[in-house]
C-alpha cells in the first residue's frame, strides 16, 4: 500500500506518543517489514517517522536489507570534514547513497537554548556530506539528502525573538520579529535553496494537538513527499533496486 497523507499524520501522532485513530506503531512497524520491523523502537520518538520514510522504499521494491533505520544496521556515513557521521535513515545498493535522511526536533520550554544547536547540526551534516561527494568518497549516483523537522507548537516558539542590541552588525532583516517557528521555516526553505539538502519536511504540531501544520508551503508533507518519490522515479529509470 502506497504512503498515504493518514500515514503522515499517524506517525506525528506517534511522535507524541498518541494512539491515532487510523494507525498506531505497530501497524507501521509491520508496514516497514520483518527485516527492520524491530528497528523501530519503543519509546523512540522518531521511530513511527522513520519506519514511514523507510516504507517508501520498501513498496518501490527495495530490499529490506538495503534499508537502515537503527544503529546496530550501521547508519554512519563517511564525511570530508571527519570520518564518520550517523545519519537517522539510510538507503544505500551499488555503491549508491539512494538516500539519507536527518530527522530532528524542538521543544519547549527553552526553545533559545537548543535553535543554534539545531540549525549547525543540519548544516554541519550536510555540507561535511556534499563535500564528501565531491572528493569521491561516494562513487555511485549522487547522494541524496531529507531533512524531516517537528517543532512544538507552544508558546514559546509562537511568539517573536528578540534580536540582540549592540552586536557588531546587524542581522538580515528578514528575521526582525520573527518567532522560533518563522525562522525555522526560513532556515530549511534556505536549506532547499542552497542544495543542502534536496527535500525538506517541516511541521509544527504538539503532544495535546498533533494534528501537523504546515508553516510553508514547500516544506510542506505533499512537497517532501514528491521529492522522495521523485528520487525513487530517478534511480528507478538507471535500474535502481533491480539487481539483475
Known amino acids: 500500500m502506497a ?78 570534514f571527519r570520518p564518520q557521521k550517523q545519519w537517522d535513515v539510510v538507503v544505500s545498493m551499488r555503491n549508491t547513497l539512494v538516500a539519507a535522511f536527518e530527522l530532528k526536533g524542538l521543544g519547549g520550554p527553552s526553545f533559545g537554548n537548543n535553535y543554534n544547536n539545531r540549525v549547525e547540526e543540519a548544516l554541519g551534516s550536510a555540507v561535511d556530506l556534499r563535500h564528501a561527494a565531491l572528493a569521491k568518497l561516494y562513487p555511485g549516483e549522487k547522494p541524496w539528502l531529507g531533512y524531516f523537522f517537528i517543532m512544538e507548537d507552544a508558546k514559546g516558539s509562537q511568539g517573536p525573538v528578540r534580536i540582540a542590541k549592540g552586536a557588531a552588525l546587524p542581522p538580515e532583516s528578514i528575521w526582525d520579529n520573527t518567532s522560533y517557528q518563522d525562522r525555522f521555516g526560513i532556515f530549511c526553505q534556505r536549506l532547499i535553496d542552497e542544495s543542502l539538502y534536496d527535500s525538506v519536511c517541516y511541521v509544527t504540531s504538539s503532544k495535546n494537538s498533533p494534528a501537523p501544520s504546515e508553516p510553508v508551503e514547500q516544506l510542506d508533507w505533499a512537497h517532501f513527499a514528491a521529492g522522495v518519490r521523485s528520487r525513487i522515479s530517478y534511480l528507478g529509470e538507471l535500474g535502481y533496486p533491480n539487481e539483475g
Open 3 to 80: 504512503v498515504t497523507r493518514q500515514d503522515f499524520e499517524d506517525a506525528i501522532a506517534q511522535y507524541w506518543g498518541v494512539k491515532s485513530t487510523q494507525n498506531d506503531l505497530s501497524k507501521i512497524k509491520d508496514a516497514v517489514g520483518a527485516g527492520t520491523a524491530s528497528s523501530v523502537r519503543a519509546g523512540k520518538h522518531f521511530d513511527s517517522v522513520a519506519g514511514l520514510i523507510a516504507k517508501f522504499f520498501l513498496e518501490a521494491g527495495y530490499p529490506k536489507d538495503y534499508i537502515r533505520v537503527e544503529k546496530k544496521q550501521g547508519l554512519e556515513l563517511p564525511g570530508y
